[in-house]
């Protein structure tokens, strides 16, 4: 059974950096791709970004500026790094397992709430 | 990129059949045949429905089905429950190695 746990910072201020990392029991940490997703309140669903065991990456061109995707593969671990963040980044984020190409995401974390206030 | 185009409102009486579509573009749902859909309900996860345009996971009722044509997708729900009001999301890999997300539907049991 394939199970995500994610953790990092709820509460921001205007410019400061979203940390967040998800930690991946069960199953195989190689041959996926690891994603990020998030979800403003009361819409909908964006995919951030993802990254591979051996480091590819992969980001929503929208992002790409202000967002890194890092993995350490010894603690089955990904993280996710949102840098100069604005209310506009106020969103459940969600980690999830995605299969390579094919893109369906079966498993997911439990969801983070990241709140930018000042 | 753009979010793939889907309606905001769907609705149906318990029993009936209801369809989602899902717009997209020769980028993405045109292109390749990965597209997924994901159920939502209130404060809660995502959940897998379909996969590869028309494959369902395991422990997924076989009321849920999905098709394409072109660069629409869809997803139907046959025998609807009051259990499937819901959220619904479409998604599609893309040719830029991408991955989008429908505008999300509301299905409402009536």
């Known amino acids: 059974q394939v199970q995500l746990q994610q953790w990092g910072a709820g509460l921001l201020k205007p410019s400061e950096t979203l940390s967040l990392t998800c930690a991946v029991n069960g ?3 190689s041959g996926y791709y690891w994603s990020w997703i998030r979800q403003p309140p009361g ?6 970004g993802e990254i591979n065991h051996s480091g590819t990456t992969n980001y929503n061109p929208s992002l790409k500026s202000r967002v890194t995707i890092s993995i350490d593969t010894s603690k089955n671990q990904f993280s996710l790094n949102l840098i100069s963040v604005t209310a506009a980044d106020t969103a459940v984020y969600y980690c999830a397992r995605a299969v390579p190409t094919r893109q369906y995401l079966r498993y997911w974390g439990q ?5 930018v206030s000042s | ?24 573009t020769s980028s993405d749902v045109a ?12 404060d809660k996860v995502p959940k897998l429905m379909i ?15 999905g098709s394409k044509s072109g660069n629409t997708a869809s997803l139907t729900i046959s025998g609807l429950q009051a259990e499937d009001e819901a959220d619904y999301y479409c998604s599609s890999y893309t040719i830029h ?5 429908g505008t999300g539907t509301k299905v409402t049991v009536l």
């Open chain 1, 43 to 48: 819409k909908g669903l964006e995919w951030i």
């Open chain 2, 97 to 101: 190695n991408t991955l989008v997300f």
């Open chain 2, 1 to 24: 990129q753009s979010a793939l185009t889907q309606p905001a409102s769907v609705s149906g009486s318990p029993g009936q059949s209801i369809t989602i579509s899902c717009s997209g």
């Open chain 1, 111 to 115: 969801g983070t709430l990241a709140t």
């Open chain 1, 27 to 29: 199953g195989s940490f």
């Open chain 2, 31 to 42: 292109t390749y045949n990965y597209v997924s859909w994901y159920q939502q309900h209130p």
């Open chain 2, 51 to 65: 996969f590869d345009v028309g494959n369902r996971p395991s422990g997924v009722s076989d009321r849920f089905s």
